[in-house]
């Protein structure tokens, strides 16, 4: 019978002060949050890495950190209640505020976040493309401590392998050993795109705008939709369809499906950017 590797029993607890409990999965938005504002700030520094798109000056990266962790809880939790379990949230709308249980999406936090740039950019004259430009650069940070936290909470763990020697036996997923699949993500997600996004910056700065950005789309969703062949689906979505197809490993995910608009984005803005044709954007970007 298999056995596994036991799962390292860690408190989800880090420490509490109080009455008040801080969790790691909280230390992991603020590690992403912080170890992305300090990258931030070094890359606007660098005025060779801007000309002739505007650069941001050190007050901005100060301020944008808040618009984009609004952005990111905001519309993490949007995408996680309209994408994941809207059924269930409409038959409990008062759980939809009940942050602290779990249940945020990164393709909602992505949108979010993006929005909240915009509409910073604009509020400063500055380039929203260039601004979300830098801010792709600097997101996989986020993503690495947001996928070693999944791990830490024993949650969205991996699809069964009981022959795999490394598999883990997951606390909530029953006897069979599982894929750590949120370790796969922590290492394709952050670790591995981070470093495709700094030679991505060392070799184009961020002087054709939409290209960095661009990548960082197409890096992040071909890294998710592999990832999501050694994922167990959500419980209450399970396989969308192509559940029997073997080709598929199980079937298509909604992970996979949220991926897919975001490789044609990556790859259309990636084009434009090559052809120049975002450069009058970031030099005419309305104050």
């Known amino acids: 019978m298999p056995s596994g590797l036991a799962f390292p ?12 409990a801080i969790r790691w999965y909280a230390l992991a938005y603020v590690a992403g ?9 070094r890359l606007a520094a660098r005025a060779d890495l ?4 505007p650069q941001p000056k050190p007050a901005d990266i100060d301020d944008l950190i808040v618009w984009v962790a609004l952005g990111v809880v905001l519309g993490g939790r949007t995408g996680y209640v309209l994408f994941y379990n809207l059924k269930a ?31 910073f950019a604009r509020s400063r004259g500055l380039s929203a493309l260039t601004i979300l430009d830098l801010a792709s650069t600097v997101a996989p940070i986020g993503l690495f401590f947001g ?7 024993g949650e969205l763990w991996g699809r069964p392998a009981p022959d795999f020697p490394y598999a883990v ?46 990548i960082f789309l197409l890096g992040y969703a071909l890294a998710r939709i592999a990832c999501e062949f050694f994922r167990e689906p959500d419980e209450q979505l399970g396989f969308l369809f192509g559940g029997s197809v073997p080709l598929l490993g199980g079937g298509i995910t909604m992970g996979m499906l949220l991926s897919v608009p ?10 434009l950017a090559a052809r120049g044709a975002t450069r009058a954007q970031a030099t005419t970007e309305p104050a």
């Open 9 to 20: 029993v860690i408190d989800p607890v880090a420490f509490s002060i109080g009455p008040f």
């Open 33 to 41: 949050l912080l170890g992305g504002w300090f990258y931030a700030k």
């Open 50 to 53: 801007w000309m002739p798109s």
């Open 89 to 119: 949230y409409l038959a409990h709308p008062l759980e939809i505020f009940a942050v602290w249980r779990g249940g945020m999406s990164f393709h909602g936090g992505f949108l979010g976040a993006a929005l909240a740039i915009v509409l």
């Open 147 to 153: 996928r070693i936290a999944n791990f830490i909470n």
């Open 169 to 214: 036996v997951f606390p909530h997923a029953g006897p069979v050993p599982r894929h750590p699949s949120q370790l796969y993500e922590a290492f394709a997600e952050g670790l591995l795109l981070f470093l495709v996004m700094a030679v991505a910056v060392r070799a184009f700065g961020f002087r054709r705008p939409g290209l960095v950005g661009g």
């Open 262 to 271: 975001m490789a044609v984005a990556g790859i259309v803005a990636i084009w």
